[in-house]
């Protein structure tokens, strides 16, 4: 369906820093503990939930998105090395990189 409007899904693993909607789902959920006095699965509980989905703002999906591509790059930057090529120096030996 989402294909056929012009979109693209992207996967990403569940329960992932670099999914917003882990961040999302766990300001939700500590919310409904605090706010939570009914029994689980009551029509009470159902309310709090409904409120606190009515909470969440574009804001605070922005921010969210933002800090999960601020720790993707963090975790780029630790797995990725520079590689540095020197245009200067030619060489047509490659002895210094196998062993003979």
Sequence with gaps: ????????????PPYCI???????WSQMKNNIRRNNTAPKFSSATIDIIR?????????MW????????KEEDQ????????????????SDDDSDYFDQ
């Design 62 to 69: 922005a921010n969210c998105v933002r800090h999960s591509t």
């Design 75 to 90: 975790y780029r930057a630790r797995l990725i090395t520079p590689l540095i090529i020197n245009l200067e120096e030619s």
């Design 1 to 12: 369906m989402a294909r056929d409007r012009g979109f693209r899904v992207i996967r990403l």
């Design 51 to 59: 409120e606190e989905a009515s909470k969440i703002t574009a804001e």
């Design 18 to 24: 670099f999914n917003p909607i882990e961040l999302i």
